[in-house]
């Protein structure tokens, strides 16, 4: 009974080459995330959505990009793929208030 | 500029004694701080949080103190378990002005290793 959920678990793919990872959330959170950890092992938010609206969008290249088809899934779609993309990306998800915010598993990328 | 920082990258405590995981942050700003658990292969797990209003919360084995003056808090586990085995992630969050979760600033994490 998985709370946050992604797909897939694990990603091989050539640069060059377009890829989707999907998450859903199944808590009734108003709000998801995708975060990127890097081989530094640094955690960093990229997106998130709240009520189908980008609320929050760092400096993430234009390649990757957000969709969320309703409230419980937000979809990471990237293109063009990049060695740099390699990557741990973590989906999550949070109510308005508090602040907590539930992770999934993470999807390992792989780009050769 | 990282405004999140965990100097220690790794910890090892023998099982039964206590373990104290240390976080420092740069931006005063900040509302609210929070530790993350995460085992191998999983994604981070909410551990417990504390509001910039308070200096200790506590919950069950695991206690944060928060000591703004120094920019620092700390995440304390009493008695330590082989089951905390993971690595800790100190993270940070600033409020909006409309009262909606700002981003989530995370530390590099420190591995704890605790030894039967």
């Known amino acids: 009974d998985t709370a946050v959920s992604q797909t897939p678990k694990y990603l091989v793919t050539q640069m060059g080459n377009d890829k989707s990872i999907k998450c859903e959330q199944n808590?009734?959170?108003?709000?998801m995330y995708w975060y990127k950890q890097d081989s530094k092992k640094f955690l960093k938010i990229m997106f998130s959505?709240?009520?189908?609206?980008?609320?929050i969008n760092e400096t993430v290249p234009n390649r990757f990009s957000p969709k969320s088809p309703d409230k419980a899934h937000l979809n990471l779609h990237i293109n063009s793929l990049e060695l740099g993309d390699s990557a741990v990306y973590f989906c999550?998800?949070?109510?308005?208030?508090?602040?907590?915010?539930?992770f999934g598993p993470g999807t390992r990328l792989l780009v050769l | 500029d990282q405004q999140v920082k965990q100097n220690s990258p790794s910890l090892s405590v023998q099982e039964g004694r206590i373990s104290i995981l240390n976080c420092d942050y740069t931006?005063?700003?900040?509302?609210?701080f929070l530790w993350y658990k995460k085992y191998p292969a999983e994604g981070p797990t909410f551990l417990i949080s504390?509001?910039?209003?308070?200096d200790k919360n506590e919950d069950g084995r695991f206690t944060v103190f928060l000591n703004k003056s120094a920019k620092h808090l700390s995440l304390h586990i009493v008695p330590s378990q082989p089951g905390d085995s993971a690595v800790y992630f100190c993270?940070?969050?600033?409020?909006?002005?409309?009262?909606?979760?700002?981003?989530?600033?995370f530390g590099k994490g420190t591995k704890l290793s605790v030894k039967p």
């Open positions: 993270a940070a969050q600033r409020m909006n002005y409309g009262g909606s979760q700002g981003n989530l600033i």
């Open positions: 999550a998800s949070s109510e308005v208030l508090p602040e907590t915010q539930y």
């Open positions: 959505y709240n009520n189908k609206e980008l609320i």
């Open positions: 931006n005063s700003m900040f509302d609210y």
């Open positions: 808590l009734g959170h108003d709000t």
């Open positions: 504390i509001s910039s209003i308070k």
